[in-house]
Nanobody
Framework: QVQLVESGGGLVQPGGSLRLSCAAS????????MGWYRQAPGKQRELVAR???????NYADSVTGRFTISRDNAKKTVYLQMNSLKSEDTAVYYC?????????WGQGTQVTVSS
């Protein structure tokens, strides 16, 4: 069973930065594709960024150039560095681990961008 625990969310002003972390309790963390998703009130959950076991990344158009996903396999942790935050980035951010046809979700962490 995979358990994912997100941290690092909070309240930040527009233009500010946050770094989210997702710690995984799983063996062979390095073979999982890891992703960050978000869900704003009244909206569907959407992909923000994803990183494969080989280190390839892809991003939603709305965050390209502002957000960076990375992973530390030794620490079994994936990060999301968020810069130049906007009010529209406000959402609950979820970590997801994918392997073959199985996906595992974390409990989410709230990010609020407001002055």
């Amino acid at each position: 069973q995979v358990q994912l625990v997100e941290s690092g969310g909070g309240l930040v002003q527009p233009g500010g930065s946050l770094r989210l972390s997702c710690a995984a309790s799983v063996s062979a963390f390095s073979i999982y594709t890891m992703g960050w998703y978000r869900q704003a009130p009244g909206k569907q959950r959407e992909l923000v960024a994803r990183i494969t076991s080989g280190g390839s990344t892809n991003y939603a158009d709305s965050v390209t150039g502002r957000f960076t996903i990375s992973r530390d396999n030794a620490k079994k942790t994936v990060y999301l560095q968020m810069n130049s935050l906007k009010s529209e980035d406000t959402a609950v951010y979820y970590c997801k681990a994918d392997l073959a046809f199985r996906g595992y979700w974390g409990q989410g962490t709230q990010v609020t961008v407001s002055s």
